[in-house]
């Protein structure tokens, strides 16, 4: 069994300090088709409140979910939730003039393409791409909004293109989904909630590194990222 260092710290409080991210604020067409083929447009709005985003996004039959945008490297991933507690879990990368990437409901379902563009539209990605082989186990270490560092567990299990994951800090347990893009991975978990689908909690977005990966996260009532690293077991 291989051990975390926890040397990269130092790194991960800069990481998470420092994000230097693009100006994400922006309005945006939005193309996709369902997991059934069908086709739909509407529109997206991301206003950047401290590191992170809020989004809202409006379909063609005038249907709004919302919710919280976390942009890392080349990536982007969200979770938004309708008035009816149904919602999407998204993870996209940075394509000419917009984001091109995938998506699932947390009611199950299949995986769904979307893309969001200023410009020329982007090609829709491939929703049953063969995933990158993310299942298994991972130590990690990490640092919180507020500094202070932690140390713990995240397991990934394989579905049908969806993942569950589950993720052990000592301090808190929480379990939730998790769905892979271009090798890297987007996630949304919850804290004590049976039905962590139904609900916005933990979003993070992760890009492979060495044996593992490393990403940023956001809690929602945050507006600041925290950073973690994860080491394949």
């Avoid at 990481?15 to 996709?32: E, T």
């Avoid at 500094?147 to 567990?153: D, I, K, P, R, V």
Wanted: hydrophobic share 40%; charged share 20%; glycine share 14%.
């Amino acid at each position: 069994m291989r051990k975390i260092s926890l040397l990269g710290v130092t790194v991960l409080v800069a990481l998470a300090a420092s994000p230097g991210f693009a100006d994400l604020s922006s309005r945006y067409s939005v193309a996709g088709r369902n997991s059934d083929g069908e086709d739909y447009t509407g529109t997206a709005a991301f206003a950047a409140s401290g590191q992170i985003y809020h989004a809202d996004f409006t379909d063609g039959a005038g249907t709004q979910t919302s919710g919280v945008a976390v942009e890392y490297e080349n990536f982007l991933g969200l979770a938004v939730t309708a008035r009816d507690g149904s919602g999407n879990l998204a993870l996209y990368r940075r394509v000419d003039g917009g984001w091109a990437g995938i998506f699932t409901g947390y009611d199950g379902g299949d995986l769904a393409a979307e893309v969001l563009y200023n410009a020329q539209k982007p090609a829709l990605a491939n929703p049953k791409s063969k995933p990158a082989p993310v299942a298994g186990t991972y130590s990690i270490a990490g640092t919180s909004p507020d500094g202070s560092t932690y140390a713990g567990e995240v397991e990934i299990t394989a579905g049908d293109g969806i993942f569950d994951i589950d993720r052990n800090t000592g301090k808190e347990e929480t379990t939730g989904t998790a769905i892979v893009f271009n090798g890297a991975v987007a996630m949304n978990v919850t804290v004590g909630d049976k039905t962590p689908r139904q609900k916005i909690g933990v979003v993070g977005v992760f890009i492979p590194r060495d044996n593992g990966f490393i990403g940023v996260w956001n809690k929602v009532g945050n507006d600041r990222l925290g950073a973690e690293r994860w080491v394949r077991k």
